[in-house]
């Protein structure tokens, strides 16, 4: 057997202590990328949970506008189908002004019925939404038509609204027909 000296011994020692201590600092830095590498996973994680969130917050907003916009489009749409019906129906409650007026003048008995039928009528339009415009003073081209001009020497009257050729009619906010006016000049 070989002895070993004290020299020897003193050098494996700082081997084993240089070992040890590589060792030591593998297992430190091992952990510490460990540590990185969680840390850097679970930083992925909330990135995708965040990404995750953002997409499901737009595609929820994205319905609720669809939900909204076709509702909307199918209240139009039933107001456009009423719309039609109310513009082949107006030319009839012209009529029966007419006949109203006509009776009213000749003061025939036989109008009671007329009247009674033409009440009916206007109240139908109303229930579904239709009224008769209200034709101020003042010409409106958003809500009347000009069918012709009249000169007129009171300067008061320039631009306003003279006579009432044919009433114009509103379903809901929407102008169904427009009021055909004589406008002074």
Same mark, same amino acid.
């Given at each position: 057997?070989?002895k070993t000296t004290n020299? *020897? !011994?003193?050098? *494996?020692?700082?081997?084993?202590?240089?070992?040890?201590?590589?060792?030591?600092?593998?297992?430190?830095?091992?952990?510490?990328?460990?540590?990185?590498?969680?840390?850097?996973?679970? !930083? =992925?994680?909330?990135?995708?949970?965040?990404?995750?969130?953002?997409?499901?917050?737009?595609?929820?907003?994205?319905?609720?506008?669809?939900?909204?916009?076709?509702?909307? *489009? =199918?209240?139009?749409?039933?107001?456009?189908?009423?719309?039609?019906?109310?513009?082949?129906?107006l030319p009839v409650l012209?009529?029966?002004?007419?006949?109203?007026?006509?009776?009213?003048?000749?003061?025939? =008995?036989?109008?009671?019925?007329?009247?009674?039928?033409?009440?009916?009528? =206007?109240?139908?339009?109303?229930?579904?939404?239709?009224?008769?415009?209200?034709?101020?003073?003042?010409?409106?081209?958003?809500?009347?038509?000009?069918?012709?001009? +009249?000169?007129?020497?009171?300067?008061?009257?320039?631009?306003?609204?003279?006579?009432?050729?044919?009433?114009?009619?509103? +379903?809901?906010?929407?102008?169904?027909?427009?009021?055909?006016?004589?406008?002074?000049?």
């Amino acid at each position: 057997m070989e002895k070993t000296t004290n020299t *020897e !011994k003193s050098e *494996e020692k700082p081997r084993e202590s240089q070992v040890e201590s590589a060792s030591t600092s593998a297992a430190e830095a091992a952990a510490v990328i460990e540590k990185q590498a969680g840390q850097d996973l679970f !930083k =992925k994680i909330q990135d995708e949970l965040a990404e995750a969130k953002d997409k499901y917050l737009r595609l929820y907003a994205e319905f609720e506008n669809y939900r909204r916009r076709t509702s909307r *489009e =199918k209240l139009e749409l039933i107001q456009g189908a009423n719309e039609s019906l109310i513009r082949a129906l107006l030319p009839v409650l012209d009529d029966f002004d007419r006949a109203e007026k006509a009776f009213r003048e000749a003061n025939h =008995k036989e109008a009671e019925g007329l009247l009674l039928i033409h009440n009916k009528y =206007k109240k139908v339009l109303e229930q579904h939404g239709v009224k008769a415009m209200e034709v101020g003073d003042v010409f409106n081209p958003d809500l009347h038509e000009a069918i012709s001009q +009249l000169s007129v020497s009171d300067q008061g009257l320039k631009g306003k609204i003279i006579e009432v050729v044919e009433k114009g009619y509103m +379903l809901g906010d929407k102008v169904v027909r427009f009021a055909k006016v004589v406008v002074g000049a």
